[in-house]
């Protein structure tokens, strides 16, 4: 019989699986798990964890021919073989760079050896492209002569020769940095052998950066159009060095005779009397565009260097001595091409001058578009310090912070034709009163500062590690890290302010007040920003008066006072306005502050007043019939809406507002009256980083224009907001942001009725599961479908994985970062880890096994005892079938016993104050549930006055009183005049004997007693009762403060079975 049992359950499992094959017969694996396809031909592997190469057992031929790129950087593969590639040929870029580091290059310094067998990479016909670097190779492995670029930066190799490269004909690009520096230390330099690279003749971009090279590697390709020779120990130039270079454009020698003060990782001090450049040096170099002296120790500037770079239109000077040096040179006559010119942090050690007059020659620099002075330390800024630039047409952008000016003619900049940019943030600029007008003395004077470390250091970029990109002159300063516009929060609620509009940047100063005055002569001025500085007045319309084209302003981070209402109305074109954290003023008590002005801004389209506290003694609602974007994060609104109906209209007049952003204002909820007096253009809605728990999603159908709605970062997972709601029909939400809700359940068709619904952000929540349901027909029409950071239940029994193929490229992440939270073993891994197939192959092996097991256990037990034990066996088998089925009919067929009353009351009649308290105190407390508390249990009560029934005897309604009712209540008080003694009464008698007449035939004890005066508790019952059951033994409290309590425990004698009061140090109970 278990044979046949094991059978029947095989069969079904097999049934099962064929279902379940069929099903995934339907559907589309990523055929490159573990990685995933980015784009038509790029694999993306990247840190993955990954001990080898992946051998992508789903992907077709077809498929894995047409993988172009594969990216394999970050994981753990220290192994390759050409078993590896064999099928991917049509493989043209190859990433490998950071798998098995130098062991020093490693944070917790691991032994790591790269292994690279012969042949690996010839299997690769088509490579163009190949990175290893940051891996411990000591040798280039052999390599396909279709190479183009090859990086092996960051590894062991110390050495190249004729014989490195020579199966290389095409290589373009080649980048070796770091193979030598305090990162990764070699104790010697990297040896470039002369002519080692002579051969590569189509060679154009090289980059040798870190290598400890101590002079210029000889017999270098002509074909050069780039070099990189930074960060090395090269302290002299001769013109042999780059003689036979005649196509370079790009030059990089920044950084190897290095001035220490200003440096940012370890260094070495230029040694005393170098650098060494040799007028000629760049002599050959006429087609040279961009060049890179940075950080080399110059004190002047030879003008035979540039003699003839006619086409130089890229040149960093930066982080040298040339403080002084630009004031008198000549070496720019020639540069008439130059664009971009860096002459930052080129101070004088200690000094700082009080003014600074440029060199005539920079009028020659007719093309100059950029010029950047940052960190030149000198005090007063006039119409002589910049006097050469005036007369250079495409000039656009000067850069000039951390000088530490403190007097500035800001109406200089009028006189420049098509100045676009002027950037003065962290000085020490003051106000009007420091605006120097007029010339000064030519002459440079010095101050010696307190302390030398007061020379602030640049923010210098990291490391490029491991680029390979085509570097240009035009891009070659923007990679050391040109100051760039300060960028807002967000453009869609702060436009940017992009050229041709002329911006002024005077951010991190000390101005305080500000006034007309200082932007006299800059009506040409565009956008102004005037954050992170100290202003704390109360603006009225007149402090920007000259500035009359004006469209941004920027005040952030000030202490303003909005107390006018003719505030900014001196700014007619003013479109953008940022008052955001300007919060001292508004966390003052008892200050109104007055929001009116904001109407008569009639151009006015962005405007942020985030992170200002604001609460209330505000305007009642903001007016604006242009306004566009609203950014109100960072306030208190939850408060502001509790005060009655005074807010709930705060956003109502703002006719054509789309976008509000109203994030972090500790909301718990959005309630409905709310948005209706949103205004009805809104298009995007912000509430995130707040505390809603509930939203009422149907109150989205007064908004018809809401296209983006995010709520993320709430607590919409602690009740149930998608579990039984459901987005209005008709919306026209076509994004939604739900992340970091702590969401677990979303009900049936949550996001059906969004037909437009295109992108849904779940990130961060607590789904086990991903239901198709949610979404009714709208699966396959999501463009993105975030699930990421969610527990997702992997066991056998899962079911979105099916959906979950059906949407996979909506879903970003699909194959490494949506992981699985459950089961144990593969926590925090990758969905598609398990096999579904091997899953379903496992549960049918157990259940065989379990079954077979089974069946056979049962056969040998069966004969065993009956040949041991049979007469036994029969014995018991009959006796327990004549015994049990009886005992359990029994119980089946016994009624569950139910009673008429709770409790039967009995008392002596004849004690008038005792029957008043009955009908009066008891009756009205337990039946009535009249009491101080809430929760009063109700109780019947059988009373003889109005319970008996006329006509019975009464013994009769005794009997039913006593048997009809759960438990039996004795009132009971002494008589007035306690020396005389006197008969009990004969009911009381009665029904005493019939409770205990209960007790003795079923073992049901029902008696509680109430002491009204405890002169009736010296009775010997009492007494004994009171140590054998306390509490169905109750007194009267004669102090009004223990009653409460009286009846509380009064309840719980009617309500509990007695059994479980006696006391079991003295009996059982019954």
């Known amino acids: 019989m278990g044979s046949r049992w094991g059978l029947f ?12 094959a069929r099903a995934l017969a339907h559907t589309s694996f990523p055929q490159f ?17 990954l001990g080898s190469v992946p051998p992508f057992l789903e992907a077709t031929p077809m498929a894995l021919a047409n993988v172009t790129t594969l990216l394999l950087r970050h994981n753990h593969i220290n192994h390759l073989q050409p078993a590896h590639f064999v099928q991917l040929k049509g493989l043209q870029k190859l990433l490998l760079r950071w798998n098995c580091a130098p062991t020093i290059l490693t944070v917790l310094r691991q032994t790591c050896r790269m292994v690279i067998e012969p042949g690996t990479f010839l299997v690769l016909r088509n490579l163009k492209e190949l990175d290893l670097s940051g891996n411990s190779i000591t040798f280039i492995p052999e390599l396909p002569s279709s190479l183009t670029s090859l990086v ?32 990764n230390p070699c104790k010697q330099e990297v040896e470039v052998s002369p002519g080692a690279l002579e051969h590569l003749h189509h060679l154009e971009n090289l980059s040798l950066k870190y290598d400890n090279l101590t002079s210029f590697p000889r017999g270098l390709p ?36 290095r001035r220490c003060d200003h440096a940012h ?30 950080d080399n120790s110059l004190i002047r500037l030879d003008p035979r260097w540039f003699r003839n770079l006619v086409n130089l239109t890229v040149l960093d000077l930066s982080e040298n001595f040339l403080s002084e040096d630009i004031t008198v040179t000549t070496a720019f006559q020639n540069l008439t091409r130059l664009k971009k010119l860096n002459l930052a942090f080129n101070y004088h050690k200690k000094v700082s001058f009080a003014h600074l007059h ?177 202003i704390s007045q109360a603006v009225n319309g007149s402090q920007f008066s000259p500035l009359i084209n004006l469209w941004l302003l920027d005040l952030s981070h000030n202490k303003l006072d909005l107390y006018y209402s003719s505030s900014f109305t001196e700014l007619p074109g003013l479109r953008a306005l940022d008052l955001s954290y300007n919060s001292q003023s508004f966390k003052a008590r008892g200050i109104g502050h007055n929001l009116t002005f904001v109407s008569r801004l009639r151009q006015l389209q962005y405007l942020s007043l985030a992170h200002n506290q604001i609460t209330t003694r505000v305007s009642h609602s903001l007016s604006s019939s242009s306004l566009i974007a609203l950014d109100f994060s960072g306030n208190e609104l939850s ?141 396959t029409a999501l463009k993105e479908l975030d699930i990421r950071a969610n527990p997702l239940s992997c066991g056998c029994d899962a079911t979105f994985l099916d959906f979950l193929l059906e949407v996979q490229r909506a879903v970003p992440g699909l194959t490494k970062e949506v992981v699985c939270g459950s089961p144990f073993p593969l926590s925090g891994k990758s969905v598609f880890l398990e096999d579904l197939h091997s899953c379903q192959d496992l549960v049918l092996a157990c259940s065989c096994f379990a079954l077979s097991l089974l069946g056979t256990l049962l056969t040998l037990a069966l004969a065993t005892l009956q040949r041991l034990f049979g007469w036994d066996l029969w014995y018991i088998f009959h006796l327990g079938l004549s015994w049990l089925p009886w005992r359990a009919w ?77 438990k039996t209540l004795f009132v009971l008080s002494p008589r007035r005049d306690p020396l005389v003694s006197q008969p009990v009464s004969g009911l009381l008698r009665a029904t005493f004997h019939l409770a205990q007449q209960r007790l003795l035939e079923d073992k049901q004890d029902v008696v509680v007693l109430v002491i009204l005066n405890r002169a009736a508790g010296r009775s010997r019952y009492v007494r004994l009762r009171q140590r054998l059951c306390r509490q169905t033994v109750l007194f009267w409290p004669h102090q009004p403060s223990g009653q409460d309590g009286f009846w509380a425990q009064l309840c719980t004698a009617l309500a509990t079975n007695n059994r479980s009061f006696y006391d079991q140090n003295f009996c059982r109970g019954p």
């Open 9 to 20: 359950f095989s069969l079904l499992s097999l049934m099962s699986l064929l279902a379940l």
């Open 33 to 49: 798990l573990p990685c995933e396809l980015r784009h038509p031909g790029v694999v993306d592997c990247d840190r993955r964890s």
């Open 152 to 183: 092996i930066s960051y590894t062991m190799i110390l050495r190249l020769d004729s014989d490195t490269f020579s199966g290389l004909p095409g290589l373009r690009s080649l980048y070796m940095d770091g193979n030598c520096y305090y990162k």
């Open 222 to 257: 002509t074909s050069l159009r780039m070099l990189l020779i930074s960060s090395n120990h090269i302290v002299s130039l001769a013109p042999q060095d780059l003689a036979g270079l005649p196509a370079l454009r790009v030059l990089d020698v920044s950084r190897n005779c």
């Open 265 to 294: 990782n370890p260094c070495q001090e230029c040694p005393p009397g170098f650098p060494k450049v040799h007028p000629d040096t760049f002599s050959h170099l006429g087609a040279l565009e961009g060049l890179v002296l940075k």
């Open 358 to 534: 440029l060199a005539p020659s920079f009028q020659n620099l007719t093309a100059l578009q950029v010029l950047d002075m940052s960190g030149i330390f000198f005090r007063s800024l006039t119409k002589a310090t910049l006097q050469p630039l005036l007369g250079l047409p495409y000039f656009q952008k000067l850069l000039l912070p951390m000088n530490f000016i403190n007097k500035a003619d800001l109406g200089i900049f009028r006189l420049f034709s098509s100045l676009q940019y002027v950037d003065l943030s962290d000085n020490k600029v003051t106000g009007g009163s420091n605006a120097v007008r007029g010339n000064r003395a030519s002459e440079v004077t010095a101050e010696t500062l307190l302390e030398e470390d007061r020379a602030p250091q640049d923010h210098l970029p990291t490391l490029g590690v491991n680029r390979a990109p085509e570097v240009s002159a035009e891009t070659l300063l923007r990679e050391e890290g040109d100051p760039q516009d300060h960028p807002l929060t967000s453009e869609l609620f702060m436009p940017n302010c992009a050229p041709p509009n002329f911006t002024l940047d005077l951010s991190q100063n000390n101005l305080v007040t500000i006034g007309p005055e200082i932007f006299t002569h800059l009506s040409t001025l565009n956008c102004l920003r005037l954050s992170s500085n100290s």
């Open 639 to 779: 408060r502001m809406w509790a005060e009655g109906d005074l807010y709930l209209r705060f956003f109502r007049n703002l006719s054509t507002l789309s976008r509000l952003d109203l994030s972090q204002n500790k909301l718990r909820t959005l309630p409905a009256q709310v948005l209706d007096n949103l205004p009805k253009s809104l298009r995007l809605l912000w509430a995130k980083d707040n505390r809603i728990t509930f939203f009422n999603w149907s109150s989205l159908s007064s908004l018809p224009n809401l296209e983006v709605l995010d709520l993320s970062r709430n607590l919409l997972g602690h009740t149930s907001a998608l579990a039984k709601g459901r987005l209005p029909n008709g919306t026209r939400l076509h994004t939604l942001g739900l992340s970091r809700n702590g969401i677990r359940f979303i009900g049936r068709g949550f996001f059906a009725p969004a037909t437009q619904l295109e992108v849904v952000n779940l990130y961060g929540n607590a789904l086990k599961t991903l239901d198709r349901d949610w979404f009714g027909g709208l699966g």
């Open 890 to 966: 029994r119980k089946r067929k016994a009624p569950a016993q139910t009673y008429d009353y709770d409790a039967f009351v009995v008392f002596d009649k004849a004690q008038d104050a005792v029957a008043d308290w009955v009908y009066n105190e008891l009756r009205v407390r337990l039946e009535e549930a009249k009491g101080k508390g809430k929760g009063w249990l109700r109780f019947r009560l059988c009373l003889e006055d109005r319970d008996w029934l006329p006509g019975k005897s009464l013994i009769e309604n005794l009997w039913d009183s006593v048997y009809k009712s759960r």
